[in-house]
């Protein structure tokens, strides 16, 4: 179904106010009236563009693949240098700091509520990671081939790791409610990146 | 109440069934009927011991807490050595593998469905969390005692790296359903510990 520019934009504000939603309160926490009313849409034009709440979560979940990697940062350049790594990891701790450990990152949300039990939507989870995992795959690959990583780093494992971090310290941040866990496991993590540095 | 030995081996049938069924179908999955009928008990006796579902999921927490490190694992013994480490992430990693990335542990489920929402759970998993910290936490304290690691080791950090990996490759080998993400976050948290190596 083609939307109109109107209907594209309506269809967003409803993604915009699950999204938030979902982060704070979970998908059991967060009901379709909840949504429609913090998007400020009548039930009839919810259904219209989601006929489910799974479809609105999965929605969410595609949505939120093609995010830059850290929440409330504005379009993300390549991640293919130590300068621009240690940058992500620089925006995505102030990001923890600025909420007090209250990150907006709602696959994190996502995938340990629903990760175990909804088969397409842990499909979803996983493509959304697979993005995440390779632009920082694609970033590692052009430093390696560069010659700013030695041919022995393993881009699998290395993308991998960061990943984790990223995931982790999201997880425990956001339970703890401070940014260290995410300081912690993002510098652990760019320290093992650069122990492949040439 | 004190229980007798009849009582508490019946309380401890319902915490496993809770602990087992929450790992893999999340707490909005798990309703107390689905419980009680996993553990064969009566829904009066289910709530002879745990008055709500939340009394009864602030109890998987608690004991969830004093469980060794990896599940399914027997008692560990202190991780106050590089071997030892490398022995409980190596046991991580199987746990992992040998679950297919399903491993069981329900705090990382946990904390991602209701460390956002519910103020006492939240509590209640720092407590838990915290308490997996300290035991890391002593086991480098004593390594560096030792001259193990430098004296500029920082052992809130370094614990926090460990635990974040954990829950990180947790997370993502849960959802990805292979044991990768807990290897490569689990190497990286080492290294960067040995990395302090003296």
Same mark, same amino acid.
């Given at each position: 179904?083609?939307?109109?520019?109107?209907?594209?934009?309506?269809?967003e504000?409803? *993604? !915009?106010?699950?999204t938030e #939603?979902? %982060?704070?309160?979970?998908? &059991?926490g967060?009901?379709? +009236?909840?949504?429609?009313?913090?998007?400020?849409?009548g039930?009839?034009?919810?259904y219209?563009?989601?006929?489910?709440?799974?479809?609105l979560?999965?929605?969410?979940?595609?949505?939120?693949?093609?995010?830059?990697?850290?929440?409330?940062?504005?379009?993300?350049?390549? *991640? !293919?240098?130590?300068?621009a #790594?240690q %940058?992500?990891?620089d925006? &995505?701790?102030?990001?923890? +700091?600025?909420?007090g450990?209250?990150?907006?990152?709602?696959?994190?949300?996502?995938a340990?509520?629903?990760?175990?039990?909804?088969?397409?939507?842990?499909?979803?989870?996983?493509?959304?990671?697979g993005?995440?995992?390779?632009?920082?795959?694609?970033g590692?690959g052009?430093?390696?081939?560069?010659?700013? #990583?030695r041919?022995?780093?393993?881009?699998?494992?290395?993308?991998?790791?960061?990943?984790?971090?990223?995931?982790?310290?999201?997880?425990?941040?956001?339970?703890?409610r401070?940014?260290?866990?995410?300081?912690?496991?993002?510098?652990?993590?760019?320290?093992?990146?650069?122990s492949?540095?040439?």
């Amino acid at each position: 179904m083609a939307l109109t520019r109107k209907g594209q934009a309506t269809r967003e504000r409803i *993604l !915009d106010a699950a999204t938030e #939603l979902i %982060a704070q309160h979970g998908v &059991a926490g967060t009901s379709t +009236e909840d949504v429609r009313k913090a998007a400020g849409v009548g039930g009839s034009q919810l259904y219209h563009y989601f006929d489910s709440k799974q479809a609105l979560i999965r929605a969410v979940i595609t949505r939120q693949a093609e995010a830059p990697l850290v929440p409330g940062q504005p379009v993300m350049g390549a *991640l !293919d240098s130590f300068d621009a #790594l240690q %940058a992500w990891a620089d925006a &995505a701790i102030e990001n923890q +700091e600025h909420h007090g450990g209250r990150g907006e990152c709602s696959l994190t949300t996502l995938a340990g509520e629903l990760g175990p039990t909804d088969e397409q939507t842990r499909e979803d989870l996983c493509n959304a990671f697979g993005r995440w995992q390779s632009l920082l795959h694609d970033g590692l690959g052009a430093m390696r081939e560069r010659g700013d #990583l030695r041919p022995e780093a393993d881009l699998d494992e290395l993308s991998l790791a960061l990943l984790t971090a990223l995931q982790g310290g999201s997880l425990l941040s956001q339970t703890l409610r401070t940014a260290d866990p995410m300081r912690a496991s993002l510098t652990a993590a760019l320290a093992y990146v650069r122990s492949f540095g040439a």
